[in-house]
């Protein structure tokens, strides 16, 4: 009998929830039956999310959360453990970026985006993970990576550095944690359409980065889904330290 990909009735903690890939993957697990605790740095800031996944018949709770300061995280995620009964899946999901070449990156900027991306979710999967092993189930975590994890784009070195670290701490925290029964895995998305984005993909310069996609498109939020099921459910059982792309083949284009 294969695995399935039904996790109604899991509870799940998704960092900044409030808006972009956070509030989607929140949305579509509440839709797959997870009760959820929605995290960011502002609680008023998850009304938005809360009240739909409420409207559409769904669970959510919302709860504050700076990803940067320990005692914080540890805060956040008593409370969610509370609220849901524990927490079975973990979505690492919060992130910023700097634009600015590497030569132009002042320290500041660079230990923000690294204690964001980086150390950020080595605190959330710490803090969640020892309940994970403490309540003797173990559970899902699926960190949030990026296509610029595994190859590089200029003008953005802190992001690609964070996501190419948060690639290999997937793997070694995957690696420690197999013997709690805890799986943890990178998603990787590529290019998606957004609101924030759709200008520079309709300039000459986004037409451009398009075609070099071997889809010739980008990517819709929806397509995601699939690949967050299978991560945070029995289907994807056997896999651990995956690293999973979602970018229409980006990654294998030609050089």
């Not at 294969?2 to 996790?7: F, G, R, T, Y």
């Not at 989607?24 to 800031?45: E, M, N, P, S, Y």
């Not at 003797?136 to 200029?154: C, D, P, Q, T, Y």
């Not at 948060?166 to 590529?190: D, F, S």
Request: net charge neutral.
């Amino acid at each position: 009998m294969s695995a399935s990909m039904d996790i109604t009735g899991r509870s799940a903690l998704v960092t900044g929830a409030s808006g972009g890939l956070g509030r989607h993957f929140a949305i579509t697990l509440a839709k797959a039956g997870v009760r959820v605790a929605l995290a960011a740095r502002r609680a008023d800031a998850l009304a938005e999310t809360k009240a739909t996944i409420e409207a559409a018949g769904g669970s959510a709770v919302a709860v504050a959360m700076d990803v940067t300061d320990t005692a914080s995280v540890q805060n956040a995620v008593a409370e969610a453990a509370d609220a849901l009964g524990g927490i079975d899946i973990l979505v690492n999901n919060a992130g910023i970026t700097v634009s600015r070449s590497f030569l132009d990156m002042d320290d500041e900027d660079w230990d923000r985006v690294i204690d964001t991306n980086l150390t950020g979710c080595a605190r959330v999967a710490r803090a969640v993970a020892r309940r994970m092993r403490d309540g003797g189930k173990g559970g899902s975590i699926v960190n949030i990576a990026s296509i610029l994890g595994i190859r590089v784009a200029g003008g953005i070195s802190s992001y690609v550095s964070s996501k190419g670290g948060l690639v290999h701490m997937t793997k070694v925290v995957a690696l420690e944690l197999a013997r709690h029964n805890i799986r943890v895995n990178a998603l990787c998305p590529g290019y998606l359409e957004t609101d924030l984005n759709q200008d520079f993909f309709a300039s000459d310069a986004g037409k451009a980065l398009i075609k070099r996609i071997p889809q010739r498109r980008l990517g819709q939020l929806h397509e995601l889904d699939g690949p967050l099921l299978l991560l945070a459910s029995d289907a994807g059982s056997y896999m651990t330290g995956s690293v999973l792309a979602v970018d229409g083949g980006h990654l294998v284009s030609s050089l």
